[in-house]
């Protein structure tokens, strides 16, 4: 019973900064856990980032760390993924998702999903 919102996308040239929200609704945002995840164009959806219900762990996958900062505000039910130093390869549908428990890296412990948001680097 959660519903959840992507938007922000666009179109950025490599080396810009972009960022995504996800805003959330139905259920007590502040009890999950949060992912973002990614699906390029003719390859699988996988992991980006993730972060504790309080906000206070978070996790990235190796090809963004440094470069990407997911954040939440549980005032306002949203999370945001702030991407910098954008790369052609970054070009992805980006989704977030809830989490019941802990801070997991693979889609399918994942519960809730949003629609995505579409984000495209040029070259």
């Known amino acids: 019973q959660v519903q959840l919102v992507e938007s922000g996308g666009g179109l950025v040239q490599a080396g810009g900064s972009l960022r995504v929200s996800c805003a959330a609704s139905?259920?007590?945002?502040?009890?999950?856990?949060m992912g973002w995840f990614r699906q390029p164009p003719g390859k699988e959806r996988e992991f980006v980032a993730a972060?504790?219900?309080?906000?206070?762990?978070?996790t990235y996958a190796d090809s963004v760390k440094g470069r990407f900062t997911i954040s939440r505000d549980n005032a306002k039910n949203t999370v945001y993924l702030q991407m910098n130093s954008l790369k052609p390869e970054d070009t992805a549908v980006y989704y977030c998702?809830?989490?019941?428990?802990?801070?997991?890296?693979?889609?399918?412990?994942?519960?809730?999903w949003g629609q995505g948001t579409q984000v495209t680097v040029s070259s």
């Open positions: 972060i504790s219900w309080s906000g206070s762990s978070t």
């Open positions: 998702a809830t989490s019941s428990g802990g801070l997991p890296r693979r889609n399918y412990e994942y519960d809730y």
């Open positions: 139905g259920r007590t945002f502040s009890l999950y856990a």
